[in-house]
């Protein structure tokens, strides 16, 4: 079964930092690109970032360019991303999910195949 599974959430104070892991199961990781999405509450879901098969090339939302670093080992068929300077705007479930490739077409990551679970992100003082 494939299977795509959120770690690393947490709550953490405004300025820090967190580490997020989609580890995959089931599909060989370089088959497909990874985005990361996030839903604040009552808000709609919206693409974060996302790495090419290969990790040659990403893509950010503007909010969280320079802040946040998305990075993958196949050979432990993991994606990461890396949460700097995290804000309280940043609180929201994180969701990492397959894909074709991080094409953006009407603002949004297309050919979406699988999704994690989810994990929470809280920043607040």
């Known amino acids: 079964q494939l299977q795509l599974v959120e770690s690393g959430g947490g709550l953490v104070q405004p300025g820090g930092s967190l580490r997020l892991s989609c580890a995959a199961s089931?599909?060989?990781?370089?088959?497909?690109?990874i985005a990361w999405f996030r839903r604040a509450p009552g808000k709609e879901r919206e693409g974060v970032s996302c790495i090419s098969k290969s990790g040659g090339t990403t893509n950010y939302r503007p909010s969280v360019r320079g802040r946040f670093t998305i990075s993958r080992d196949n050979a432990k068929n993991t994606v990461y991303l890396t949460m700097n300077s995290l804000k309280p705007e940043d609180t929201a479930d994180y969701y990492c999910?397959?894909?074709?490739?991080?094409?953006?077409?009407?603002?949004?990551?297309?050919?979406?195949?699988?999704w994690g679970k989810g994990t929470l992100v809280t920043v607040s003082s």
């Open positions: 089931g599909f060989i990781s370089d088959s497909y690109a």
């Open positions: 999910a397959a894909l074709v490739d991080c094409t953006i077409v009407a603002g949004r990551y297309t050919g979406i195949d699988y």
